[in-house]
């Protein structure tokens, strides 16, 4: 079936630094890729997503970019504030599902 | 805000007893999603609903059941309650955007943490 697979966390960096969260796929057909973001004791929230091959997302300074020949949906920020601090959740449409991965605990540190 | 809540947001229970989640919209959206949340899982689907009446079961329905008798209330039941269902669990509604802008985008409840002794 569908899967995504995210790196694990959790991942440490010190403020202002470059962010990657590594995102890979496995689906039948052309889903629709998302990124979502729970903050402490809250609910997910959209944080981004690309419908097609090629398509970038990209929302709050966060860009990710739909490939399909790697079958990957790398999240990226250029300069990460301590109030990133979060998990972050790649995502696919399945049918009228979402599929999610296992979730990337990012600390920033100050 | 979407306008989805759940009910309740806190719940200690026994082995053994049954429990329901209540997830409520007010946004009339037709998919409405049970996931759980578990360290090193990610969310599962438990179980959704296309419809009142209509549901289907996720990758981890086992020991779950739900109903959908109005649009906006979607139940999770625990019909006996077990250690392994200690957990938070998610509702959640699928927005219905024109072309691509809202397919598949899916708004979450605040969540409900259960946890079985």
């Known amino acids: 079936g569908d899967s995504v697979t995210q790196m694990e966390g959790p991942v440490t960096l010190s403020e202002e630094a470059f962010l990657t969260i590594n995102c890979t796929y496995t689906a039948t057909g052309y889903p629709s890729l998302f990124w979502y973001v729970q903050y402490p004791g809250e609910g997910l929230q959209l944080l981004l997503k690309a419908t097609k091959a090629d398509d970038k997302g990209s929302n709050k300074g966060f860009e990710a970019t739909y490939r399909k020949e790697t079958t990957s949906f790398h999240l990226e920020k250029g300069s990460v504030q301590v109030s990133d601090s979060a998990v972050y959740f790649c995502a696919l449409s399945s049918g009228n599902k979402l599929v999610f991965g296992a979730g990337t605990i990012l600390r920033v540190k100050s | 805000d979407a306008g989805i809540t759940q009910s309740p947001r806190h719940k200690v229970t026994e082995t053994g007893t049954p429990v329901t989640l209540r997830c409520h919209q007010t946004e009339n959206h037709r998919y409405m999603y049970w996931y759980r949340q578990d360290p090193g899982h990610g969310l599962r689907l438990i179980h959704y609903s296309y419809g009142v009446k209509d549901t289907d079961k996720g990758e981890v329905s086992d020991g779950y059941s739900v109903s959908r008798s109005k649009t906006e209330d979607f139940l999770l039941t625990l019909e006996s309650a077990t250690s392994s269902q200690t957990s938070v669990y998610f509702c959640?509604?699928?927005?219905?955007?024109?072309?691509?802008?809202?397919?598949?985008?899916?708004?979450f409840g605040a969540g409900s943490r259960l946890t079985v002794l």
């Open positions: 959640a509604i699928r927005s219905t955007g024109t072309g691509n802008a809202g397919a598949n985008v899916l708004t």
